[in-house]
């Protein structure tokens, strides 16, 4: 694609890491084709957090709402923080030139975005990693030109004219990774096989917990590299084969080299990065309870495909994580066979010329 000086475009997504990672696989992109790359979040996300370590990458924050599924008395004062942030993302998009066109990863600031652009006449894209759309693109969907889906299942819950398609887009620096700088990292040896726990951006207490109440039996078959979220490290623990970490930034690429099996939540990105680098996985998706159940329906499409295990969180004991770790390992080789077939739909490349297409329109 012929590169193409100085046109603007808008990123935005956030509430998760989830609602960010696409983002980061793409800006490279359009960073080195001479684009200038903004940024539209939220003032607290954890996407201001990923996108202001970026260089170059302008980030402008704005008034959101969270979409809630229950009653709160936050309820009546969303839609005025929602109607904010949509008067504030429409001055940024209007701001000098115009952007030639907005892409959105999902997430609840990225509705005011979304809807701010349909008023400025500029086209967006949106992605979808879950198995069925999650309400901020539900909302979205009427303001977008395009919506793009992770799952082929996807697509019978999204408009045909407007979806297409795309896999899932894996960050090219995660094949990068060094397994010599992983264990080093971690202060791991390499001489069992590492284990690695992650509970989501937001960490998992209850995996948390029981990982640490199983930390001794785990450790009898494997080294353990544990991302227990944001203040949920426990400075008490002092074990040999057992590195804790909130958060993994620049690292996580070794980190992965590093790992031989998995056990973590069940957001789309993450488990596609996962099936892409070839990882046998335990999935412990979020419940019901406590989400719209899009993990569990993402947990079961990769049981189906033999790419995963599942451990339900309403099932989670310290004797059954530790079953359930060991029945993990013993399925490994069928799963990598199956992970083997897993072929890479340059999921990247066709993002890309959709937004080159929406531009042209």
């Keep these: 694609?012929?590169?193409?000086?100085?046109?603007?475009?808008?990123?935005?997504?956030?509430?998760?890491?989830?609602?960010?990672?696409?983002?980061?696989?793409?800006?490279?992109?359009?960073?080195?084709q001479g684009y200038e790359v903004e940024y539209i979040g939220s003032y607290e996300g954890i996407e201001r957090n990923l996108i202001e370590k970026l260089d170059g990458v302008a980030y402008h924050p704005i008034s959101t709402g969270k979409l809630r599924r229950y009653m709160s008395k936050e309820n009546f004062k969303d839609p005025f923080k929602v109607l904010k942030g949509t008067?504030?993302?429409?001055?940024?998009?209007?701001?000098?030139?115009?952007?030639?066109?907005?892409?959105?990863?999902?997430?609840?600031?990225?509705?005011?975005?979304?809807?701010?652009?349909?008023?400025?006449?500029?086209?967006?894209v949106i992605h979808e990693s879950d198995f069925t759309p999650g309400l901020a693109n539900k909302l979205s969907i009427p303001f977008t030109k395009k919506v793009l889906a992770t799952f082929p299942e996807t697509m019978k819950y999204l408009p045909e004219k407007k979806a297409s398609y795309v896999g899932a887009v894996i960050r090219d620096e995660l094949f990068t990774g060094d397994k010599k700088t992983g264990l080093e990292f971690a202060q791991l040896t390499g001489e069992k096989p590492v284990l690695l726990i992650m509970?989501?951006?937001?960490?998992?207490?209850?995996?948390?917990?029981?990982?640490?109440?199983?930390?001794?039996?785990l450790l009898t078959t494997f080294e353990i590299i544990?991302?227990?979220?944001?203040?949920?490290?426990?400075?008490?623990?002092?074990?040999?084969?057992?590195?804790?970490?909130?958060?993994?930034?620049?690292?996580?690429?070794?980190?992965?080299?590093a790992t031989d099996f998995v056990i973590s939540r069940a957001g789309s990105n993450a488990i596609f990065e996962f099936l892409a680098l070839r990882k046998p996985m335990l999935l412990i998706p979020l419940s019901r309870g406590a989400s719209r159940g899009d993990q569990i329906i993402n947990a079961?499409?990769?049981?189906?495909?033999?790419?995963?295990?599942?451990?339900?969180?309403?099932?989670?004991?310290?004797?059954?994580?530790?079953?359930?770790?060991?029945?993990?390992?013993k399925a490994a080789p069928i799963m990598l066979d199956e992970m083997k077939k897993y072929k890479s739909e340059e999921?990247?490349?066709?993002?890309?010329?959709?937004?080159e297409a929406v531009q042209k329109k």
């Excluded at 046109?7 to 696989?25: D, E, M, Q, S, Y």
């Design 1 to 32: 694609m012929e590169k193409r000086n100085k046109k603007r475009i808008i990123f935005t997504g956030g509430g998760t890491a989830g609602h960010v990672i696409v983002n980061l696989a793409l800006i490279p992109y359009y960073q080195e």
């Design 300 to 329: 079961n499409s990769f049981k189906e495909k033999n790419y995963a295990k599942i451990l339900e969180e309403e099932t989670l004991t310290t004797e059954k994580l530790i079953q359930e770790t060991a029945a993990l390992k």
């Design 226 to 257: 544990h991302i227990c979220g944001s203040g949920k490290v426990d400075s008490s623990l002092h074990v040999p084969g057992y590195a804790q970490f909130e958060y993994v930034h620049e690292e996580l690429k070794d980190i992965f080299a």
């Design 347 to 355: 999921s990247r490349n066709k993002v890309i010329e959709i937004i």
């Design 87 to 124: 008067m504030q993302a429409f001055r940024i998009l209007g701001k000098r030139k115009k952007p030639a066109v907005v892409f959105s990863k999902g997430g609840f600031v990225s509705v005011p975005v979304v809807a701010a652009a349909k008023l400025r006449g500029i086209p967006s």
């Design 199 to 217: 509970g989501g951006s937001g960490g998992s207490e209850k995996i948390n917990e029981t990982i640490r109440e199983a930390l001794d039996e």
